[in-house]
């Protein structure tokens, strides 16, 4: 009953819904709980047992921060409309985290969801992961009205990865997190979306409009941005003058040689960078558009962690040379994940460039950095 903090990890066990009753009774004799995570994916939940773990939350009305995962868990809608009535009930919450993948939950599922949220009047931080579900533009209607109507929210982030979401979803979600200009760390994964000119126009536009963000990252993996749209959100990313750290992950969206100069462009302007993640794997940027890009990144004097993702995009010797010119630069670099495989254009081509890129690696190892690289 004295337990402040509960930390429990019971993931792919056979807890099942039997035992989810017992961890329930457990879970609700804790009346004066103010912090739980809570590990509870792929234990075989379905609906039944996570109504069981929902009722037991509202018992804990003293909790402050929130975190579940709840994934693997096959509990559909019907399992969410117990969590959202949990929720509405804790209104002490400052933070909350769910990892809801893989639950094939619909539209109905997050709608109910995004009540319980909603009636959360001091929330800080939210954290919804829902990778794999089938939730439609209906379900993110209802999530980005939420979102917008938060009342003093600093991190934000919304995991809808291969979904149904639609473009006319993404721009819901865009025009609600733009509507929030307190953010300092914003996350959006919104792979296999559908995005193009107008999804990533309202991205690059709400990006825009959050001057005290000090962490970002969009997964936007495997749609349609092509050139313009890189250039969009590179021009928005080129207004971000404190960001501390950038996840950017656009692989397979044609970006080519021009949206890569235009990525190249934005970085000279966020020299305050500490981590920096790009993943352009597929994007056909060249040897040029990947001595650009290696020319900005060498002249961040802050970073300390550097992963990048050149995969089959015709990187030859020139761009290679420019990239161990770039890591040698980076003086105070700690972590280095760097990966060209599927750029050799001809046998023996390139040996002498991966020669200087291997030795440029090799003497960032000598000096501390942990480095992973291929080529």
Known sequence: DSLRSLKADISFSSLGQDGAHELSQAIGSLTNLRHMDLSLSGCSLGATGLRKVANALHSVNSLEQLKVDLSFNE???????????ALSALSQLRSIEFNLNRNRIGDVGVSWLAQGVAALPGLEAMHLLLFDNVVG???????????????????????????????????AIAGAVGALPA?????????????????????????????KLQSLSLDLNVNQIGTAGARLMAQALASLRGLLSLRLLVSGNRIREVGARELALALNSTQGLKSLELDLSGNGIGDTGASELAT?????????????????????????????????????????????????????????SHCELAHAVEQLQTKGCICEASW
Do not use: C, K
Request: charged share 20%; hydrophobic share 45%; no cysteine.
């Open 137 to 171: 533009e209906a379900g993110v209607y209802e999530l980005a009205r939420t979102v917008r109507g938060l009342r003093r929210p600093s991190r934000i982030a919304i995991g809808l990865n291969r979904n149904s979401v639609s473009e006319a979803g993404v721009q």
């Open 296 to 352: 900005a990144i060498g002249a961040l004097p802050l970073l300390v962690r550097l992963a990048m993702d050149l995969r089959g995009n015709l990187v030859g010797e020139t761009g290679q040379r420019a990239l161990a010119r770039a890591v040698s630069a980076l003086v105070a670099l700690g972590h280095l994940e760097l990966h060209l495989d599927g750029n050799t254009r001809g046998v023996g081509e390139a040996a002498a």
């Open 183 to 211: 953010l300092v760390e914003l996350e959006l994964s919104l792979s296999v979306s559908g995005i193009g000119w107008a999804g990533i126009h309202d991205l690059a536009q709400s990006v825009n409009t959050l001057p």
């Open 75 to 85: 509990s559909g809608d019907a399992g969410l409309r117990d969590l959202a009535q």
